[in-house]
């Protein structure tokens, strides 16, 4: 079975730090695209940032350059550290990757339960 599973999320106070981690399992041998999106309570998710399998990470403009993405494939993991968070950061987080099974020659979409992230004082 194909699992996604979020950690590191929790309340921390504006300014504060916090560094995501999302571990796939070892069911995907192979794993392209990682990505992490948010959903702030009562709205729609929004893409946060991308990194690639050679490690082009691309960011929204809403993070303003506070947020790194990076990936260990060696443990089929990728992170965000979240730094200088706002109350405008709240919101579920959520990781996804393109992946590929052992028993498939295609990559399909896979995503987690997401974490919950609060900013507040």
């Known amino acids: 079975q194909v699992q996604l599973v979020e950690s590191g999320g929790g309340l921390v106070q504006p300014g504060g730090s916090l560094t995501l981690a999302c571990a796939a399992s070892?069911?995907?041998?192979?794993?392209?695209?990682m990505r992490w999106y948010r959903q702030p309570p009562a709205k729609g998710r929004d893409w946060v940032a991308t990194?690639?399998?050679?490690?082009?990470?691309n960011y929204a403009d809403s993070i303003k350059g506070r947020f790194t993405i990076s990936r260990d494939d060696a443990k089929r993991s990728v992170y965000l550290q979240m730094n200088s968070l706002e109350p405008g950061d709240t919101a579920k987080y959520f990781c996804?990757?393109?992946?590929?099974?052992?028993?498939?020659?295609?990559?399909?979409?896979?995503w987690g339960q997401g974490t919950q992230v609060t900013v507040s004082s």
């Open positions: 990194i690639t399998r050679d490690g082009t990470a």
């Open positions: 070892e069911h995907l041998v192979e794993i392209k695209n």
């Open positions: 996804g990757v393109d992946g590929r099974t052992a028993w498939e020659n295609i990559f399909r979409p896979w």
